[in-house]
């Protein structure tokens, strides 16, 4: 806990002290300097090599100390991300740590219905829908590329993706381009239907290196690309301990630590100032069924590296609790919870890919409004409370006195629906009441609910028109292409 100088009481997590701090900036410096980092670009090796102080063998490059502390001092510490119509959504970044901020996701293969718990195939309506139910969500703040359309062609599936959401959402994007030849067909389509994207920045493409130590070709791409456009980036490694990365904590965090900060460099190197957002997804793999697994572990990795890249005053992204539940069930929401609160105590600045299930293959809207929910009393719990003279109102006790009650006190009046509010889905209910009405399931009255806002989605204003003018423009790549 912690009492502000306005006499707020907040609550936090601390994990690491600034000694341990050092000492994985010095494992993750070593592994860069000792073991290096396979790089497959060419051009990428060359910029490296350009500054004098990286050095190259066998496609490895070997950074030295100086060059990661020169990349550490010229990152941006904090950048803005707008909305679609060039009003401030956020800020993040090193300090703007008082407030996480989720976005649902990511790059789904299928989807599983609401009401019925079918899961099907991830077409263009559902992004359509998705997309606006996440808009409409209020405790979520991007929309991260929700699924990958199966009923266009692969080729075209990251055009129709992002035009899906940019056309349904005002909120900022985060975009992953699977095709590696696509991202910049994807900047094309975004000027062609908002003009400038780099004045305001409202899209955040996301990219990551292949875990243990690899900078891969179409990550390299993606990144340049990025940068020449002006955007900010999302540069994030994904890691299952005991496969990927060793089964320590130690071990997987000095690990993913070093791949970050050659992420870190090549960005700085590409041009100097570049905003960047570093992050892990830390997993534990599970031997027995081949997938990955959230564990208690594993979130502390991620507390981890959000407290590393507070460190460097770097932006971060984490974790989002999207884990092997079979839909919004018990199975799902330990993780969800522990995800969420964790990553509102804790220092993590972006938890953008909330939704999945079955191992993040499959969206689902009630797992997101579910989430939603989550998100909103880990907020109102990680925001504390006034600890004051006013507060304590010693006037209003001294008046109401041995046996009185509060029910109709000042204090009462003037907060109780701020702090007790009437649950949406879950309305508060006695047992007599319960039994009379059938003993109804909580899984029902979520399905119900999300199926009730679902059936409320309002059509944006100029979605005809940009729909219109976005499949113009795809149609015009595919012709080009044949």
């Avoid at 912690?2 to 000492?23: A, F, M, R």
């Avoid at 522990?338 to 509102?344: A, G, P, V």
Wanted: glycine share 8%.
């Amino acid at each position: 806990m912690t009492i502000t100088g306005s006499g707020k009481v907040i609550p936090h997590l601390d994990l690491l002290t600034d000694e341990q701090k050092s000492e994985i900036h010095e494992y993750s410096t070593k592994i860069l300097f000792s073991t290096g980092i396979r790089v497959d670009s060419s051009e990428a090796r060359k910029i490296f090599r350009k500054t004098g102080t990286a050095t190259e063998k066998n496609n490895r490059i070997f950074l030295s100390r100086e060059l990661i502390d020169w990349a550490i001092k010229t990152a941006p510490s904090d950048f803005t991300l707008y909305n679609r119509s060039g009003k401030v959504a956020f800020d993040i970044g090193a300090n703007h740590l008082d407030k996480t901020r989720f976005g649902i996701g990511v790059t789904n293969t299928h989807y599983q219905e609401p009401g019925t718990g079918k899961v099907i195939k991830f077409l263009r309506k559902h992004m359509e829908v998705s997309t606006r139910l996440g808009d409409a969500l209020p405790n979520f703040d991007v929309i991260s590329t929700i699924g990958i359309p199966s009923d266009v062609s692969s080729k075209l599936s990251d055009l129709y993706g992002v035009l899906d959401m940019y056309a349904n959402t005002e909120k900022p994007l985060i975009i992953l381009i699977l095709k590696d030849n696509t991202i910049s067909k994807v900047f094309d389509l975004l000027e062609h239907l908002h003009g400038n994207i780099s004045g305001k920045p409202f899209v955040l493409p996301y990219i990551n290196p292949v875990t243990p130590l690899i900078l891969n070709y179409s990550t390299v791409e993606k990144m340049i690309a990025t940068v020449q456009r002006g955007l900010p980036v999302i540069f994030s490694n994904y890691s299952m301990y005991g496969a990927t990365t060793p089964y320590s904590s130690a071990g997987t965090i000095a690990l993913l630590n070093a791949e970050l900060l050659a992420g870190l460099v090549l960005s700085q190197l590409i041009k100097e100032g570049t905003p960047i957002v570093t992050g892990s997804l830390p997993a534990g793999f599970d031997m027995s069924t081949m997938i990955s697994t959230y564990t208690p572990q594993s979130f502390l990795m991620n507390l981890a590296c959000a407290e590393m890249m507070e460190y460097y005053r770097i932006p971060h992204c984490g974790t989002s609790g999207s884990a092997n539940g079979w839909g919004p069930d018990l199975h799902a929401s330990s993780a969800l919870w522990m995800n969420h609160l964790t990553s509102c105590l804790g220092k993590v600045g972006l938890a953008p890919f909330v939704g999945s299930n079955f191992d993040s293959l499959v969206f689902s809207p009630t797992s997101a409004v579910y989430a939603d929910r989550i998100i909103k009393l880990a907020k109102n719990l990680a925001g504390g409370f006034l600890m004051d003279e006013k507060s304590a109102v010693l006037d209003e006790i001294n008046s109401v006195g041995p046996g009185g009650d509060f029910l109709i006190s000042e204090s009462t009046i003037k907060n109780y629906r701020k702090e007790i509010e009437s649950n949406p889905v879950w309305p508060g209910t006695t047992l007599e009441k319960w039994m009379n009405e059938g003993n109804p399931k909580a899984i029902d009255l979520l399905e119900k609910h999300t199926l009730n806002l679902i059936d409320n989605l309002v059509k944006p204003a100029n979605y005809d028109e940009l729909i219109s003018k976005g499949e113009e423009f795809i149609k015009n790549v595919a012709s080009q292409s044949k």
